[in-house]
């Protein structure tokens, strides 16, 4: 027990570090490198006169947060997923919920352009709603369509089907260039006020998964096991798809859709931790954080000066991974 804490102490350090680390490198280095001193200034002593305390207040401060909760909320969000359908390739990017989301942003900026910040993420949550009854819906229409490897499928069929219709769309009003930025991701044009209004709703999806971390737990070794003890697991699920909404569409709508973040971590977390979700969600979450923000610093310097997408980064990492997961978890039995 004593090592097993050491370990886990441990992965947690690490993780913090990680977090800290990145932080720094993403807010002082650019295409401008900034000294660390003037970063401390521009943040505790700011100085509107100055140039570049204006690029860390405005853009690098703003994408380093932004990148770090959206890393932890999807990470956390497809931590979940997995627990609730016992489904380990099951993540936000493979279930249709970040294509929905991004899917009914289109529309909104179609018929209602100018959108509140809070009318935005009230549209993405009912995008991302809309995405995971689809996916599901079809799944459990058609025979064994909520194994594993089937969902994905369904999952990957109904995204592609959503964000091309949304594409076509947007090509249609001739607004491709405003929406391309939710498909493409837009770390680097991260909105303040809406990445303050974000928080706020981020915390209550993580309070709420935190809440009913055991009882995934016990959801995740089978419904008929869970009810023998007494849970009611409706409930549950409901709770856990609230929690799952909130934290994919409040991250659609800060930097657009970001795949496979949702799908790596919470198994990797599981080969570290193992399977109580007490520890899988909260390492989840700092996991999520440093690697996305790994992969935002990454994406600056493949080709620097130049930016590669996010979601470029994420998935040279996410498909191997993907295709590994289905050799393992999925299986001819399970297809």
Known sequence: MKNFNKKYLLIFIICIIGIISVTILSVTMGTKAIPKEVVYNAIFKFDQSNVDH?????????RAIAVLLVGGFLAVAGSIMQGITRNYLASPSLMGVNDGSAFLITIAMVFYPGLSNGRLILVSIIGSIIGAVL???????????????????????????LSSLGSAIAMYFQISQTISAWYNTKVHTVNSDLL??????????????????KDITITSLGEDIAISLG???????????????????????????????????????????????KYIIPYSLIGGAFFLGLCDLLSRYIAFPFETPIGTVTSIIGVPFFLYMIKVKGGAKNA
Do not use: C, E, W
């Open 231 to 277: 849970q009611k697991t409706n409930i549950i699920k409901y709770l856990s798809m609230t929690s799952v909404v909130l934290l994919t569409a409040i991250s659609v709508a800060l930097v657009g859709k970001i795949a496979f973040v949702g799908l790596v971590i919470p198994n990797i977390t599981r080969m570290l931790v193992g399977h109580d979700y």
């Open 54 to 62: 204006i690029i860390i207040r405005n853009n690098r401060l703003p």
């Open 135 to 161: 996916v599901l819906g079809i799944g459990s229409s058609i025979k064994n369509g909520l194994s594993p490897v089937r969902l994905a499928i369904i999952g990957t069929i109904v995204g592609s089907f």
């Open 196 to 213: 303050k209004l974000t928080v706020p709703i981020g915390v209550i999806g993580i309070l709420i998964a935190i809440i009913i971390a």
